[in-house]
Each structure stands twice: as C-alpha cells, then as structure tokens.
C-alpha cells in the first residue's frame, strides 16, 4: 500500500467516523449539559481514551481474530502488514466472511433510517420510503435471503456470517430504543452523574459500531482503523464540546452519512463476493457523499428553504 493511499484511507476513514457519529456527538451534548463540570471533564478526557483506544482499538482487533484464527492475537494486529505468504493467504480466504457480514449490517442499518427513522429529507424519494416504514422487515428479510442462498453456492460459513451481520443490527438497533428512552431519564432531576457518564460510555460503544464495521470497506489493516477512526473520534469529542449547535445546523449531514454506510456496504458485499474493489473506491465515494449533502446542508441554512432535490 503506497503511502497516498494510505493518507486517503485514513482520511476517509475519518470523515465517515465523525459523519456516523453525529447523532452521537448530539446526545453526549444534551447529556453533558446536566451533568457537574467535575463529571463532564472525567468523560471528555477518560471517554476519550476509552472510545479511541478500548473501543475502536479492540473491537476491529477481534473483529479480524475471529474471521482469522489461526493469525493468533498479534498476527492478527499486524497481519496486513505483513508479507508471509501464509499470513496473506489466511487473510485473504477469511476476507469473504468478514466482509459479507459488515456489509449485511451496514445495509440493514441504511434501510432502517429510510424506511422507518425521523429524518430532514434532503431527496424526495426519501419522504416516499418514509411513508413506506411497514416495508422495512420485508425488504431486509428478502435480501437476507437471497444473500444467504448465493453465500452458500461459495463458503457456508458466508451464508452464515451474513447471518450474524442481520442479528448485530437487530442487537444494536434494539440497544439504541432502549438509550433513546433512556437518554430522557437521564434528563430528570435527581439522576446521578455517574450514572449519565456510564450511559454515555455504553451509548458511545454502541454508536461505535457503525464506524468500526464500516472501516472495513476501506482496509483490513487494523492499526489503519486505529489512526482513521481514532482522529475521528478526537473530532466528534471536540465538536461535542464546542459546536454541536453548529452540527445541527447541517441538517442533510445524517443523509450524507446514511448514503455513505449503503455504499460502503455495497462495496463489502460485492467484495465478499468476488468482485474486484479498487481500493481508492471506499474514501473518494465518501468524501463525494458527503460533500454533496453538506454543500445541500449549505444552501438550506443560506436560503432557509425546506425544498428537495
């Protein structure tokens, strides 16, 4: 890997890490507020630390161990960087696996916000698939199905791991209900910062997760993942500090960002299935998402228009 595509790699890693996580920044804002200063500072420094290096450092690290085993721990840590003919070959017959179950739940995950979330529609086909919400389940179904029954034409342990991709979206998704109940208790007089802060930490892990599956369209190198997703990460804590009013204000950001996790689940999907992705694919796409929704995001706070493309 040349050392431009490195830079470009670890740069769209970092846009869709802090676009992802805008929902995320927004809530620990909201949460943050009520909470004493003592508190907010042990969760911007602490938090930090724990979602960089615990989160987004160990969750890509054992999220490649298990597709590849035999790498072993540390194999498994720097196995992309590594030029044992043994090791690529590993790396290379478990890729299918991996990747056929991130792209399965970053998919799922987009047809849920098209179908079924509130959303600031910044297309109108959008306002059409939201009036569509009892669609969901039938859509996500079928396309389960057909990508288990090719799955299984190649390796069972595809059908399988797209599987586990469906069942981590219904896990996470059912874990996010549960914050956004939970995210209005908190609110309430006589809640315990700690408490809040633990809310947070967990809420943040959660909302980790699309970051972390969605790094694998760019690369399988986990110390990659680390640098993009961490620099990330470091934004989305900064912007939560000192300008999530200005995060709401791009109201077509979330667009951009669900756009991104549907493209980059494309690209898992039909990598897993032999296609060939060129590598430079994942980050420019990225950055064109959302550069077009925050220059839409631009022109509505100018005009203070609600219209759609």
């Not at 890997?1 to 620990?28: H, K, P, Q, R």
């Not at 000192?242 to 980059?264: E, T, W």
């Amino acid at each position: 890997m040349d050392w431009l595509l490195i830079i470009l790699t670890v740069a769209g890693l970092s846009v869709f890490e802090i676009v992802s996580s805008i929902d995320n920044a927004i809530i620990n804002a909201d949460v943050l507020a009520t909470m004493g200063e003592r508190a907010r500072r042990w969760f911007l420094l602490w938090g930090l630390i724990i979602a960089v290096f615990v989160v987004r450092g160990l969750l890509p690290w054992l999220i490649v161990w298990m597709t590849t085993p035999s790498l072993g721990p540390l194999g498994a840590l720097l196995a992309t960087f590594s030029s044992d003919p043994a090791v690529v070959a590993a790396i290379e017959e478990s890729a299918p696996v991996l990747l056929i179950f991130g792209g399965t739940f970053l998919v799922f995950l987009f047809f849920h916000w098209l179908f079924v979330e509130e959303k600031n529609c910044g297309l109108r086909s959008e306002a059409f698939f939201s009036r569509q919400a009892v669609w969901f389940y039938a859509v996500v179904s079928i396309l389960l199905a057909a990508l288990v029954w090719f799955a299984l034409q190649i390796n069972a342990m595809m059908g399988f791991a797209a599987v586990l991709g469906s069942t981590a979206f219904f896990i996470v998704h059912g874990f996010r209900q549960n914050a956004e109940v939970q995210e209005a208790r908190l609110k309430q007089p006589g809640i315990s910062d700690l408490s809040k802060v633990a809310y947070l930490e967990v809420l943040d892990a959660t909302f980790s997760i699309d970051g972390v599956i969605g790094a694998f369209a760019f690369t399988l190198s986990v110390p990659l993942i680390l640098i993009g997703n961490g620099i990330g990460a470091v934004v989305v804590r900064e912007l939560t500090v000192r300008g999530v009013d200005r995060i709401r204000s791009f109201c077509y950001l979330k667009n951009g960002a669900m756009y991104s996790i549907l493209v980059l689940g494309t690209i898992m999907l039909a990598d897993s299935f032999g296609f060939h992705i060129p590598a430079w694919l994942s980050p420019i796409a990225t950055f064109a998402i959302v550069g077009y929704f925050l220059y839409r995001s631009v022109q509505y706070r100018k005009n203070g228009a609600s219209g759609t493309a």
